[in-house]
């Protein structure tokens, strides 16, 4: 019996993605609904029965988008701090040290963040 070669099965993993995605776009297309002319409401803003002001589709500043990216990073930091904490009396103090070392560079990343005036909403 022969071993097939070792990226066989990833090729197959590639294409079934490839052709899953495929086949969900052209269903999407098949099944949308179509409206030939669509009323004028559909297109105007909706703010909680309020009267819009302004335009509807304003430049958003970079700032939110740095400050977003910053709370992700943070967010996933304190998951991993849950999952190490419930394991640590297992693991050991190799393990200890490895968090202390990993929330040290993330205290730099901040540091550097803040430094840079990246937490400020008027940059």
Do not use: N
Not at 5 to 12: I, R, S
Not at 20 to 30: F, P, Q, T
Not at 47 to 54: A, D, K, L, Q, T
């Amino acid at each position: 019996m022969t071993v097939p070669h070792p990226y066989v099965g990833l090729a197959v993993h590639a294409l079934i993605c490839v052709a899953l995605g495929a086949g969900l776009i052209a269903a999407a297309r098949l099944l949308r609904h179509r409206v030939l002319r669509s009323p004028a409401q559909t297109h105007e803003t909706y703010e909680c029965g309020e009267v819009p002001f302004g335009p509807a589709w304003r430049k958003t500043p970079v700032g939110f988008y740095l400050l977003a990216l910053l709370f992700i990073l943070f967010d996933a930091e304190a998951a991993f701090l849950f999952l190490w904490v419930q394991s640590l009396r297992e693991l050991g103090l190799v393990a200890f040290w490895a968090m202390v070392v990993f929330l040290a560079v993330l205290l730099l990343g901040w540091a550097y963040a803040w430094r840079k005036g990246d937490l400020s909403w008027t940059r």
